[in-house]
């Protein structure tokens, strides 16, 4: 384990979003889109809000490439509105703008745009053995018996099956989760649910329940080693360390806390895709935050993934810190060197390029969680049919307003009603203006 563990940083932890809490200022992007070519004028037009005073002082503004680098900053005085904000980049990048908040004690605005985000490329070499480590794990998890052990429960819906489920994981370890099926004889499409961070936290019958009375097969797993339906109390009394799982031998490839939740994932993929009742044609990996993470990993380590829809997935760009990049969830010390090459072996950039299901993400261009720069780049990788829904006014998903979100969860939605129909979903093309 490293000796210098990090605070755990998840979609839990509330930071700020824009248009979230009355503010002075309006700012209107100079393309709609939030997305310009490279050399292009990125920036906002900065106006007072009717009714609205800015203080005597002004108020201070950056902006930042990869929220990491300044380009340059000011301060907007209320002579001064309205006002462009506006820099130019020659490389593909994303843009940060930052408003100090006009009150003390209040919440800052932020802004963001990318440049070329397309053309964003990794920032660290992928390890030249990354598919051998990867194919011995599997082989590792061959080795121990599925062992899936179902406890019908009800499902407090008409016409869904429900059950929770337990599976055997490496090293002694479990997989834990909960399964719903419509009642009855047939074949159906399959759905993997995949958790966000935080916790250990118990598993939302709903979760599974819904998508079961909407036709689908539908496992969701905990990416912890515990029970997902026990009280509240049990969580709580968990040891600390497991709350700071992202430090858990974060610089050991083998021993690392992603290693045993990635496979866990694998494992399920491959419970449902072995299940009579699955039809055999729609297998989808879904998920957000730490859930998109992955999904990211599963659909690049299990072939029999279809469809892979995730929602500002983290684990992208662990080596950010070291490139000029702002870092994201895990948020893995990498100034230690061992740390930095061994999460390397977890980065959803590296397992991008070995997915082949099509694919829908979404990422927040003021996101500081997981940063849009890390997911555009593992976006990026993917080899197959892609489409990217830009979240141009949205912070992390736990932080941004249903508006805010709108334009990945429309989509989304759409994807799903399609797929359980047996219908496959069309590519939408990146809209850039």
């Known amino acids: 384990m490293s000796r210098f563990p990090r605070p755990l940083v998840c979609s839990a932890v509330v930071l700020f979003v824009a248009s979230a809490f009355a503010q002075p200022l309006k700012l209107t992007p100079l393309q709609a889109s939030g997305i310009y070519a490279t050399g292009e004028e990125v920036g906002w037009n900065v106006a007072v809000e009717p009714d609205a005073k800015l203080p005597a002082e002004g108020l201070a503004w950056t902006v930042k490439e990869n929220n990491f680098t300044l380009l340059k900053s000011g301060v907007l005085h209320p002579a001064d509105a309205p006002a462009p904000i506006t820099v130019t980049l020659d490389h593909p990048a994303m843009v940060y703008l930052e408003i100090a908040p006009a009150e003390k004690g209040g919440k800052p605005m932020a802004a963001g745009a990318a440049v070329a985000p397309t053309k964003l490329r990794p920032v660290a070499a992928r390890p030249a053995d990354f598919d051998a480590f990867w194919a011995g794990k599997i082989e590792q998890l061959g080795k121990i018996p599925v062992g899936a052990v179902l406890s019908p429960g009800d499902s407090g819906k008409p016409g869904v099956e429900y059950a929770t489920i337990r599976m055997n994981n490496i090293n002694g370890s479990h997989i834990y989760g909960q399964l719903a099926k419509p009642a009855g004889e047939g074949k159906f499409p399959a759905m993997l649910i995949m958790q ?3 916790g250990p936290y118990p598993l939302q ?11 689908w097969l539908a496992l969701n797993i905990e990416p912890h080693d515990v029970p997902g339906d026990l009280p509240k109390e049990f969580y ?4 600390t360390l497991i709350k700071r799982y992202n430090t858990i031998y974060n610089d050991d490839r083998d021993r690392n806390y992603f290693l045993r939740m990635y496979l866990g994932d694998y494992r399920a993929a491959e419970y449902l895709a072995s299940r009579p009742d699955w039809n055999g044609k729609i297998l989808v990996a879904t998920g ?3 859930g998109g993470q992955q999904t990211l990993a599963v659909s690049g380590l299990e072939p029999k993934i279809t469809h892979m829809l995730a929602l500002v997935p983290a684990g992208a760009d662990s080596n950010a810190a070291l490139h000029g990049r702002h870092e994201g969830y895990p948020n893995w010390d990498v100034r230690n060197p061992k740390v930095a090459e061994t999460a390397l072996y977890f980065d959803t950039v590296n397992l991008a390029s070995r997915i082949h299901a099509k694919c829908l993400v979404g990422m927040g261009f003021i996101d500081n969680v997981c940063p849009a720069v890390g997911v555009w780049t593992a976006f990026n990788q ?13 912070a992390h998903n736990n932080q941004s307003t249903a508006e805010q979100l709108k334009p990945y969860n429309d989509r989304a939605t759409e994807w799903f009603a399609q797929l359980v129909k047996g219908q496959e979903p069309q590519v939408r093309p990146l809209e850039t203006r």
């Open 205 to 215: 019958k709903s979760w599974v329940v819904d998508r079961a009375a909407e036709g």
């Open 288 to 290: 957000t935050s730490m």
């Open 236 to 239: 709580d009394a968990l040891p």
């Open 382 to 394: 993917i080899p197959g049919p892609k489409e990217p829904a830009p979240l141009v006014y949205a």
């Open 196 to 198: 966000w961070a935080g």
